[in-house]
């Protein structure tokens, strides 16, 4: 399912490899892609509501991301 922020998404253009690292590896090459990107919180809330547990999504890396979805599910207690 493909939405109109996708579209606009800079990550579509980039290696999708970055955007995955590996036990231990980086999330920053990612990160400064998302840091240009002009749909990142579409991008972030998508990865939140939709429960995301891998990647590099809204500019943000597996265990913050982890962190948000966990305080998300804190608030709806």
Same mark, same amino acid.
């Given at each position: 399912m493909n939405s109109s922020w996708e579209d606009d998404a800079l990550c579509a253009q980039t290696d999708p490899e970055a955007f995955h690292p590996r036990p231990g590896g980086t999330s920053r090459p990612a990160k400064k892609v998302c840091d240009r990107c002009s749909v990142r919180p579409e991008c972030l809330e998508y990865a939140i509501s939709s429960e995301q547990r891998f990647g590099v999504w809204?500019?943000?890396? !597996? !265990?913050e991301l982890r962190r948000l979805v966990q305080a998300r599910h804190g608030e709806a207690a």
């Open positions: 809204g500019g943000v890396s !597996q !265990q």
